[in-house]
C-alpha cells in the first residue's frame, strides 16, 4: 500500500487543516503530516505517541515499516542528521531501515474525537463546553462531574490514566467541574477560559510555574500529569479506532516508563 494512501485515511479523520487553522489563530508551532518517505510500500505500521528508540526497534522486530506518531519526529528545522545526537539518531535509523515516518499533531489534538477529547472523557465521562474553537475542532474542555473530594478525583485521575506520578496544588474540597488540556496546554488563554466556564481544577501537564500562580490565586486548583500520560490515553484510542481502516497491519507501542 502506497504511503499516501494510508495518509489519506488518517488525514480523513483528522485533517492537517486543523493544526494549519490552529498555528494560524492561536500563535502555536507544530508540524504535522509526512515527515519522513523512504519511497517504499507500506507493509505494516507501528504507532506510537513518540518516535522513540523503543518505536522504530518495535517497527524493525515485527516487519513494519511505518511508524504513525503523534508528536511531530521533526518539530524545529534541523540544518543537519548527526549519528551522535538521539534526533539525529532516530531518522537516520529509520532511513537505513526504510521506515516512514506520519506525525500527526495538533489535528489529534484539536479533532471532535481527538486526543484533547479523550483526557476530558477520562476524567469526567462527559465534555461540557469547549474552550477555543476553530473550524471544526477545539482544543481545552471543561466538564461538570459528580462532586467529589480534590484528593479522591486525583487517585481516580492516576488509576484512569495508568500514572502515579502526578502533582496536585491547591486544597481539598469538592469539585464540580473540571478543565482539561492535553499536553502543555496550560497559558493565559487557557486559564482565563477555565475560570470563565466555572472550573474548580484544571488538568494539563508541563504547567510553568507563573501559571500555576495564576491558577491558584484564581481560586482553582491544579492537578498536573506527565505530558505522556496525558496523551498516551487518548492516542491509542484513536489507534484502536484506525487500526482496521488503514489498510495494514498495526501494532501500538507504549514507551511505558515515560507515564
Known amino acids: 500500500m502506497k504511503l499516501a494512501d494510508v495518509y489519506k485515511v488518517i488525514d480523513g479523520l483528522y485533517p492537517k487543516r486543523l493544526s494549519d487553522e490552529y498555528v494560524e489563530k492561536f500563535g502555536a508551532r507544530d508540524n504535522s503530516g509526512i515527515l519522513v518517505d523512504t519511497g517504499d510500500e507500506i507493509e505494516g505500521a507501528v504507532f506510537s505517541l513518540d518516535l522513540s528508540k523503543g518505536a522504530i526497534e518495535e517497527a524493525k522486530k515485527s516487519g513494519a515499516n511505518l511508524i504513525v506518531t503523534h508528536h511531530p519526529a521533526i ?3 534541523i540544518k543537519n542528521l548527526l549519528a551522535d545526537t538521539p534526533l ?3 531518522l537516520i535509523e529509520c532511513v537505513r531501515s526504510g521506515i516512514s515516518v506520519i506525525s500527526m499533531h495538533l489535528n489529534m489534538d484539536c479533532a471532535p474525537n481527538g486526543i484533547d477529547h479523550f483526557l476530558a472523557e477520562g476524567i ?13 475542532g477545539s482544543y481545552g474542555r471543561v466538564c461538570s462531574i459528580v462532586p467529589v473530594l480534590f484528593s479522591e478525583l486525583k487517585k481516580r485521575i492516576g488509576k484512569e490514566f495508568c500514572t502515579s506520578r502526578l502533582l496536585a496544588y491547591g486544597e481539598d474540597g469538592r469539585i464540580g467541574k473540571v478543565a482539561s488540556f492535553c499536553g502543555a496546554g496550560v497559558d493565559d488563554s487557557s486559564v482565563a477560559h477555565a475560570k ?16 500555576i500562580c495564576d491558577i491558584l490565586e484564581s481560586g482553582m486548583r ?12 487518548g492516542f491509542k484510542k484513536i489507534y484502536q479506532g484506525l487500526s482496521d481502516k488503514i489498510g495494514v497491519p498495526s501494532r501500538y507501542h507504549e514507551d511505558t516508563f515515560m507515564l
Open 75 to 77: 518539530f524545529f528545522p
Open 222 to 233: 491544579l492537578i498536573v500529569l506527565t505530558h505522556y500520560a496525558s496523551e498516551n490515553y
Open 88 to 90: 539525529g539518531k532516530r
Open 196 to 211: 470563565a466556564l466555572g472550573a474548580d481544577v484544571i488538568v494539563s501537564s508541563d504547567v510553568k510555574h507563573n501559571y
Open 124 to 136: 469526567c465521562g462527559s465534555v461540557l463546553e469547549t474552550c477555543e474553537k476553530i473550524d471544526g
